[in-house]
């Protein structure tokens, strides 16, 4: 019923910047906290940046100074403006959000949406 779709990612040198896009389509009612995760290969999946329905924003200290979060609700978008890169920010980035959607003719449901995953890569 939702879907999330990422884009922005690519190569660029260290020191470089990137902004990564997510757009949630399909039949939806609201959208809560919306994220940014990465992941390594072989590795768990973590937590790059959040932002809740209300604006609150949270990073991994990894992240802090360097990217910013935010999103843009009538389009049903977020954003990751990432500055500054370096080689261990190398990852797949995906985009994550809790929305409510319409199910069947009128009831509402819950349900945590990921992305397919966007390529990061930053040359040393």
């Known amino acids: 019923q939702v879907h999330l779709a990422e884009s922005g990612g690519g190569s660029v040198q260290a020191g470089g910047s990137l902004r990564l896009s997510c757009v949630a389509s399909?039949?939806?009612?609201?959208?809560?906290?919306m994220g940014w995760y990465r992941q390594h290969p072989g590795k768990q999946r973590e937590l790059v940046a959040t932002?809740?329905?209300?604006?609150?924003?949270n990073y991994a200290d990894s992240v802090k100074g360097r990217f910013t979060i935010s999103r843009d609700n009538p389009r049903n978008t977020v954003y990751l403006q990432m500055n500054s890169l370096k080689p261990e920010d190398t990852a797949v980035y995906f985009c994550?959000?809790?929305?409510?959607?319409?199910?069947?003719?009128?009831?509402?449901?819950?349900?945590?949406?990921w992305g397919q995953g966007t390529q990061v890569t930053v040359s040393a």
């Open positions: 994550n959000a809790d929305v409510t959607y319409y199910s069947g003719s009128y009831f509402l449901n819950d349900y945590n949406y």
């Open positions: 932002i809740s329905s209300g604006g609150t924003t």
């Open positions: 399909g039949s939806i009612f609201s959208i809560g906290a």
